[in-house]
């Protein structure tokens, strides 16, 4: 295994690397950053075609059996820092391409599907995939207004279970509209007295579930093109749920 060492912020690669954490520049380059042992071990692990990883220390590639094709650089504790999205960057990265197919609406619609309708916190974002991912669904669409999955916060949030499972960008009522053509179901989120509580759900595999922005709630135009919207019932005195959360409540109603 050949290994590059760089010792300089000043370096190309650190350059480019350091670019990788803005949108502009994943867009310019067609990739983005991994960091931290769990993402970069679960990238490994499943596969993931890593194109280029970055250690402080030799002996951490002991620990990250990589592909004889991955470019492999020894970084300075300095250079992570400032590549790092971060305060404690535990010194392991990895760069992987950005994947153009998320924007084609597969042909193979059955099984579960979360679709995110301008869900913006990257935290809210992480805790949701992961519940997916638990709950056994076939992948995510990040609507319009939502977070852009390859951010950093919303990448570290998610803990490699981007890696487990479907993750698509596009338009939501598009999707609905083939959801509808493949016969899944969309459900939305809403208080009002067309909608049901999902305590009259019927578990099933077959579904897509809509949860809308943590202000807002979901846009009113996909709501009028669901085939039912949902409410979870609250017997204390609270306004709303966190959306991760009610997420989390109503998709394990659905795979009970």
């Not at 059996?65 to 971060?86: G, N, R, Y």
């Not at 609406?105 to 995110?116: A, Q, S």
């Not at 039912?228 to 966190?242: D, F, K, R, T």
């Amino acid at each position: 295994m050949d290994i590059e060492k760089i010792t300089s912020n000043q370096n190309n690669r650190v350059k480019e690397w350091t670019k990788m954490q803005t949108k502009k520049g994943r867009v310019k380059s067609g990739q983005y950053v991994i960091e931290g042992w769990h993402i970069v071990d679960e990238a490994i692990r499943h596969r993931q075609a890593i194109k280029q990883l970055m250690v402080v220390d030799e002996s951490y590639l002991g620990d990250l059996p990589v592909d004889d094709d991955t470019e492999v650089f020894l970084i300075t504790q300095e250079i992570a820092k400032h590549i790092s999205s971060t305060e404690t960057p535990q010194g392991v990265f990895a760069v992987l391409d950005t994947e153009d197919y998320h924007e084609q609406i597969p042909d193979d619609l059955k099984g579960g599907w979360l679709l995110l309708d301008n869900i913006q916190d990257p935290g809210n974002i992480g805790t949701m995939v992961r519940t997916a991912d638990a709950a056994g669904l076939n992948g995510i669409v990040f609507g319009k207004g939502s977070a852009d999955l390859y951010n950093p916060k919303v990448v570290r949030s998610m803990q490699g279970s981007q890696f487990h499972m479907k993750l698509f960008t596009g338009d939501i009522l598009e999707w609905m509209s083939a959801l509808k053509d493949a016969g899944v179901k969309t459900y939305g989120t809403e208080l009002n007295d067309q909608a049901i509580s999902y305590y009259d759900i019927t578990p099933t595999k077959q579904f897509a579930l809509i949860m809308g922005n943590e202000g807002n709630g979901v846009d009113p135009k996909i709501l009028e093109k669901t085939d039912q919207n949902l409410y979870i019932p609250m017997n204390g005195e609270a306004e709303s749920l966190n959306v991760a959360v009610a997420t989390g409540i109503l998709l394990f109603k659905f795979v009970k």
